[in-house]
């Protein structure tokens, strides 16, 4: 049974950092992929990275490219996320996923077999 659980979420300016976990159960990290989706009110879920849990690998959403990097520490079974130059439409729910089998990129996190409940970022304008 595949458990992930999320925390780092908040509110932050324009323009400010926030750095998000994703605390795995064992299963989580023998898989090949992990990654990050969002959703914002109303929108559709959107993958924004993804990472091999084995070579380290990482692949980025162009929308977030540069701003965001997405890391692991096997030892802790922990994903992270770090955010920074967050802008207002970075709100979103934020989830981590994983996948033993879908390609490891980030438009196919959001179809990823597990997912986190989830936390909130909010960004105001």
């Known amino acids: 049974h595949v458990q992930l659980v999320e925390s780092g979420g908040g509110s932050v300016q324009a323009g400010g950092s926030l750095r998000l976990s994703c605390v795995g159960s064992?299963?989580?990290?023998?898989?090949?992929?992990m990654g990050w989706v969002r959703q914002a009110p109303g929108k559709e879920r959107e993958g924004v990275a993804a990472?091999?849990?084995?070579?380290?690998?990482?692949y980025y959403a162009d929308s977030v490219k540069g701003r965001f990097t997405i890391s692991q520490d096997n030892a802790k079974n922990t994903l992270y996320l770090q955010m920074n130059s967050l802008k207002p439409e970075d709100t979103a729910m934020y989830y981590c996923?994983?996948?033993?089998?879908?390609?490891?990129?980030?438009?196919?996190?959001?179809?990823?077999?597990?997912r986190g409940q989830g936390t909130q970022v909010t960004v105001p304008s």
């Open positions: 064992d299963d989580a990290y023998r898989w090949g992929c």
């Open positions: 990472i091999y849990v084995g070579g380290g690998v990482t």
């Open positions: 996923a994983a996948d033993p089998f879908r390609t490891c990129a980030p438009q196919y996190v959001p179809a990823f077999y597990a």
